[in-house]
């Protein structure tokens, strides 16, 4: 969906000026700025919005940047008429942006997950139908090289036809704890980890075995963070934030004040909005799970076994395809963004983001595939999009690994099918959710 302008830089407006925003606005202001332009950054927090001002001047040596609080986000479009949103706010306030970017007139990309239930999903496919417009979702995951082999030894039938998909993720008490630290926690505001965090690992999944979803049954629960649980382990914490509580050696606290880049862009941002980023893991209110088991059947036959625990002593996952001539596996271990309660040398191996692929051949010798080195965030994944996203030239992608609004719901559908389902106890079929989702049986057959 690149926009190329007979010499005319393409115009950026953003929403969302938080942890994630450096990932569109840094190589807009940096790699791509001979193409491309930001010409406005919104969000309901002035603090955070002149943290990026600044940088973009300060560090990135670009111009300033205007700013718009949320309630401007019409007047920041009429003033200064982006060609494309893009989105990076709290994921169950993506709609809004999305919606009302397309009804002006642009087109957008947005941060994964699309959207957090399935009316929201409905009204986006409204909006795309009524106004016309683009909506990008990015998905970075699948441009990481490990990721991208496994899709590329897949489409090349090396197990033969698929049958059956497990999938085990794991969330470390690093990474996974900071999800119980902050706005994720509560279900309105991130869809829960089925939706917020599994939409990485279902797209993950869509886009390997080339299917889309069909039905869906799970379980989920809050079983060992939150009050109750904690108490019932013998752990009374009494402070209902890190920052600035006697937190004796809990593993879990977070101090805002001990990193340069937490202090400026969350403590030193309270005072316009209240955001606490540091909320104590074991405080109240929790509405969302740590433990969550899915079974999905895709419209080709296909099923998937999946798994989400956020509290393991380990980051990563597994990933195992069974075929009619094999089995692949593929397993991950993955570094973690912050790390709190232990001594950073000793998880120096711990950190490094380790991919294996290894084949199993129905009757021959099991092997392991040689994995691309990238560099950059997220296994690498992060600079490649970028390059999509941003560059007026992208090399040509012929992986499919980029994704409009049917693959962006085809991902987060699955994690709202799953929360009716923890709620019901029953299967739910996709098609209920969303009927706008095209019939096609196979995701790129999906824009
Ligand atoms: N693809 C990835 O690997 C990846 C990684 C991290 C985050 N993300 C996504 O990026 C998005 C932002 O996450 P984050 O980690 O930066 O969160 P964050 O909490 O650091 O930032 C969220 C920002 O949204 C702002 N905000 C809150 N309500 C708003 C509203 N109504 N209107 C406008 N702005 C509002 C906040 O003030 C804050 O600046 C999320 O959708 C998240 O899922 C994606």
Known sequence: MSIVKANAKVRYAMVGAGGRLPMFIEPACTTFRDHCEVV????????????????????????????????????????????????????????QYIIRAMELGCDVVTEKPMTTD??????????????????????NYRWAPAPTLVYRLLRQGIIGDLIH???????????????????HREKDKSGGLMVHKSTHHFDLVNWWIDAVPQTVFGFGRLAFYGKENGAKRGEHVNYSRYTGSDTGNDPFALKLDSDEGLRKLYLDCE??????????????????????????????????????????????????????????EITEAHASHIITGADNADLAHEMKWESQVV????????????????????????PLIQEQIFSPNPRPEV??????????????????????????????????????LPDHKHLHEMI
């Open 399 to 436: 992986d499919g690994r980029n994704a409009g609004h049917e693959q962006g719901a085809s991902s987060i559908l699955i994690g709202i099918a799953a929360n009716q389902s923890f709620r019901t106890g029953l299967p739910v079929q996709i098609k209920d959710l969303c009927p706008q």
């Open 118 to 139: 399935d009316a929201k999903c409905r009204a986006i496919f409204d909006a795309i139908k009524k106004t016309g417009r683009k909506c990008r979702v990015s998905f």
């Open 271 to 328: 005072k316009y909005d209240g955001y606490i980023r540091d909320r104590n893991v074991f405080g109240e209110p929790i509405s969302i799970e740590d433990t969550m088991s899915v079974l999905v059947k895709y419209r080709t036959g296909v099923v998937l076994n999946y798994s989400l625990n956020a509290y393991l002593p380990r980051e990563g996952f597994y990933c195992v395809f069974n075929g009619t001539k094999g089995r692949l």
């Open 165 to 183: 998909v497990d999938m085990e993720y794991l969330l470390n008490t690093s990474h996974g704890a900071d999800y119980f630290r902050r706005w």
């Open 359 to 382: 084949v199993h051949p129905m009757f021959g010798r099991a092997y392991q595939v040689e994995i691309p080195k990238a560099e950059g965030s997220h296994g690498g994944g992060d």
């Open 40 to 95: 406005g950054l919104c969000d309901v927090n002035a603090g955070r919005i002149a943290y990026y001002q600044k940088r973009a001047r300060e560090e990135w040596g670009y111009g300033d940047i205007p700013a718009y609080l949320a309630a401007d986000f019409d007047k920041m479009i009429q003033e200064t008429r982006p060609d494309i949103v893009a989105v990076c706010t709290v994921d169950a306030y993506h709609h």
